[in-house]
């Protein structure tokens, strides 16, 4: 019994160093999956053929904030810049039973980044909407929307001749565009060892990749 112990004990003392690192990637795997899916099921519901109610989008938003929430987390919201409401934790979309209709909470061990900068130490909140019927991201300024599509945690483009209408050009500004080194939006592990991507285009696009 001894014995078998100890091959026991020396097999996981091989193991944990293989395991750790597993799990830490995959920890920083789901966060950023997570992100990309809401993201796409707030452009799906986006994708309707009458306008909304109150000038109200649905977006996301991503929130490591200790005033906030205990906890970081991404979240399908459904609000605007002029409904009145308190912040974008009070815009996250809830079922009639009161439990967010899509809503992923980040371990501690994982880390939101916005360029070179952890979120929680800078703006603290990362939000965008998507425009009903087309579907592109589009980010609030001031008192209303933007009227080109944005794009999150990339570079920005110009489009010319929109659609193959003359001089219908638009400007697809970048929300956070960062650099190849710190992209605009990434999850990290705490150690910075893992590192995610993501990637918002205007076309409504949502992709992640490591870096």
């Not at 929109?162 to 605009?184: C, E, L, R």
């Not at 999850?187 to 995610?196: E, F, N």
């Amino acid at each position: 019994m001894l014995i078998v112990i100890g091959i026991i004990s020396i097999l996981a003392t091989m193991a944990v160093p293989a395991i750790v690192p597993a799990l830490r990637k995959g920890r920083v795997n789901d966060a950023a999956g997570a992100i990309v899916q809401i993201s796409q099921q707030a452009r799906l519901l986006a994708i309707k053929k009458y306008a909304p109610a109150g000038n109200e989008h649905y977006g996301v938003t991503i929130i490591d904030d200790p005033s906030v929430s205990p906890y970081a987390l991404v979240a399908l919201i459904l609000g605007g810049p002029s409904d009145g409401k308190s912040g974008d934790k009070d815009r996250i979309v809830k079922d009639p039973q009161g439990r967010p209709v899509a809503m992923q909470k980040f371990p501690s061990s994982v880390m939101v980044w916005t360029g070179n900068q952890q979120l929680a130490k800078a703006a603290k909140t990362v939000t965008w909407y998507y425009e009903y019927q087309s579907g592109m991201p589009i980010a609030i300024i001031g008192a209303g929307f933007t009227s080109a599509p944005v794009s999150v945690g990339c570079q920005g483009v110009n489009l010319t001749d929109v659609w193959g209408i003359t001089g219908n050009d638009i400007k697809a500004m970048g929300v956070s565009p960062g650099t190849p080194t710190d992209p605009g939006l990434s999850v990290r592990s705490a150690d910075a060892k893992v590192r995610r991507a993501i990637a918002i285009y205007f076309s409504g696009l949502a992709v992640t990749e490591e870096f």
